[in-house]
């Protein structure tokens, strides 16, 4: 579907300034949380002006995706909302496809508005794999793609993969205010890093609501940068001849010390912050540590919250108390699963966004509260 965005129009350069209406509008794929409507709907709708513009998105028998765009985008701004449920690649399949058909049909810019950035966590080389993400930035801008608005990548690098802009908005100011406003007696909390990784934005958190902060360390904790790379080239070969100072030193194998917690959470309240909660045993074994602690209260909050698998069963008979996630992923069917899950709205600083690029205007308002650890 399309979005019709009637935003005021900005000035001509040149020509004896005369006004330049630019048009606009938002093609919205099939995904959960764009069916449900929620960002292209009320307030946020009325905001912007908008009104779901023509397009269909459909599979074929066969399983391929097909897009119709129902009406002329030529010369528009066209600003195309996906978010990514649990079937990733569909998702991409219908963003690119939708991207190339309004290509073709001579949108003047199009941008994609994808809050979780999906393969983000395959942006570094492991074993004899490929990098994904920057795979998937390629075939976007491929695509058309002139422009992308996210939310928390996963790794800020990720952005030098795209070849356009891309605007990586924050989600840790609604985080920070819900912590301020919804958990009660916040002030005797202390700030938690699942792993010596989520160190900085723990940090940041901890050092912005004037908390402690704590670290879990341990060999219980299996990260992505204690990954063994899995590479063991060059292959043995026969009759090779050793230049004496030219061997390769061997590499002491990583060990960890067992699993502790660098910091006081004794009679206070824990809440542990990162950026993902997909897989939660690691999250559901942080949670058990700091009851042991003396922890009486545990908090879990993130940006994405995609909880595959069994995690609302796990988080329900966990020791977590509460699960904190923004909006970027679809979870309706998990929190009718596990009540402890609860969903903080981030389209408001979506729609302002797609706002501001339409009309030309400084993105710098949106990152007014943000740090470089965020």
Excluded at 79 to 87: A, L, W
Excluded at 316 to 344: A, F, G
């Amino acid at each position: 579907m399309l979005l019709r965005i009637g935003l005021p129009g900005t000035r001509a350069r040149g020509g004896g300034g005369r006004a330049s209406m630019r048009e606009s509008g938002a093609a919205t794929g099939t995904s959960p949380w764009t069916r449900s409507r929620n960002f292209a709907s009320g307030a946020h709708t009325r905001r912007l002006g908008a009104e779901l513009g023509k397009s269909v998105v459909y599979q074929e028998t066969n399983g391929e995706t097909r897009v119709e765009i129902k009406e002329s985008v030529r010369g528009q701004d066209i600003f195309i909302i996906q978010t990514i449920p649990r079937d990733v690649n569909t998702a991409v399949m219908e963003l690119l496809i939708m991207a190339y058909a309004l290509k073709t049909a001579c949108a003047r810019n199009i941008i994609g508005v994808i809050p979780y950035f999906p393969y983000s966590k395959q942006s570094k080389m492991r074993k004899r794999g490929s990098i994904v993400c920057k795979l998937l930035a390629s075939m976007l801008a491929k695509a058309g793609l002139t422009h992308i608005i996210t939310m928390d990548l996963h790794q800020k690098e990720i952005q030098g993969f795209f070849s356009f802009p891309v605007d990586n908005l924050r989600a840790s100011p609604f985080l920070l205010q819900y912590i301020q406003e919804e958990i009660p007696n916040y002030r005797n909390a202390v700030i938690v890093a699942k792993s010596p990784d989520a160190a900085k934005r723990a940090q940041s958190y901890a050092e912005r609501l004037r908390l402690g902060l704590a670290v879990i360390h341990g060999e219980a904790q299996c990260t992505e940068l204690d990954m063994d790379d899995g590479r063991h080239s060059p292959p043995m070969v026969k009759n090779a001849t050793v230049h004496p100072g030219l061997e390769l030193p061997l590499m002491m194998a990583k060990e960890k010390p067992p699993i502790t917690v660098v910091g006081d959470v004794g009679g206070r309240i824990a809440i542990i912050v990162d950026d993902i909660i997909d897989d939660v045993e690691s999250f559901v074994a942080a949670a058990e540590i700091l009851k042991e602690r003396g922890a009486y209260k545990i908090y879990v909050m993130a940006t994405h919250g995609i909880l595959s698998a069994e995690a609302p069963r796990l988080i329900e008979e966990s020791s977590i108390d509460e699960v904190v996630v923004t909006n970027t992923v679809p979870h309706e069917v998990q929190k009718l699963q596990c009540p402890k899950i609860k969903t903080v709205d981030i389209s408001l600083i979506l729609s302002e966004a797609i706002r501001r690029i339409h009309n030309g205007e400084s993105m710098a308002y949106l990152f007014r509260n943000i740090t470089v650890d965020d």
